[in-house]
């Protein structure tokens, strides 16, 4: 199909529902709507947009919470008239904070409730991505004053110079022995290499892979 919206049957609303779930537990996330607008921007930053019907408006899924949805695989059923969504949650996809908005399960004829609260603490390689996606969206929704965004503009040479200062710090600070500066710096240094890496188009799962190759 030349147009790939071609497959889609909206309803009378210009709405199309939307299941998401989780790309590696196949856990459902959530479920909401899609029109066209909605679609087309899932398609072109790559971070799920729903739109909301009790608001009127389009709605980027961790726009306010910064819980975004990255696509994975977008699938559609035999009728084009749903959407699947396998998708990498950050933090929660439901609002009450459990990690699905499916919490609810009918026991005896009763609902009991299990939510499964996502723990604010993360571990230090969820620390990790959640900078690096932090870093991708200031490439699709530049903000205003951003370092990050500056350092994008002002292109590769400036992005390495940095990476180059950086490491320059660091070797400082081992040599001055201070485990405070140290961490300042590697700091410093990390963020810096993760711009590189989305610069360069390359992501934290490469990193790993070739690390894991080096065991």
Not at 31 to 39: K, S
Not at 73 to 90: H, N, P, R
Not at 100 to 120: A, P
Not at 151 to 158: A, E, I, S, V
């Amino acid at each position: 199909m030349n147009n790939l919206k071609d497959a889609l049957k909206f309803d009378e609303k210009g709405l199309i529902p939307v299941v998401t779930q989780d790309y590696k537990t196949k856990d459902v996330l959530m479920v909401a709507y899609m029109n066209e607008e909605a679609f087309d921007k899932t398609l072109e930053t790559g971070k799920v947009h729903y739109f909301s019907r009790s608001r009127n408006k389009l709605w980027l899924k961790g726009e306010t919470s910064g819980h975004f949805q990255n696509v994975k695989t977008i699938k559609l059923d035999c009728d084009g008239d749903t959407i699947l969504i396998e998708a990498e949650q950050i933090d929660a996809a439901c609002h009450t904070g459990s990690r699905t908005c499916f919490y609810r399960t009918m026991i005896n004829e009763k609902w009991e409730e299990k939510l499964e609260i996502v723990d604010e603490e993360k571990p230090t390689s969820e620390i990790l991505q959640e900078v690096y996606n932090v870093i991708v969206d200031r490439t699709v929704h530049p903000k205003e004053g951003s370092y990050t965004n500056y350092l994008f503009t002002k292109g590769l040479d400036k992005i390495l110079k940095k990476v180059g200062e950086e490491a320059a710090e660091v070797i400082i600070a081992a040599k001055n022995k201070s485990k405070d500066e140290i961490r300042y710096e590697v700091s410093d240094l990390m963020y810096h290499l993760l711009v590189l890496l989305v610069e360069r188009g390359l992501t934290l799962e490469d990193i790993y892979g070739e690390l894991k190759g080096r065991r």
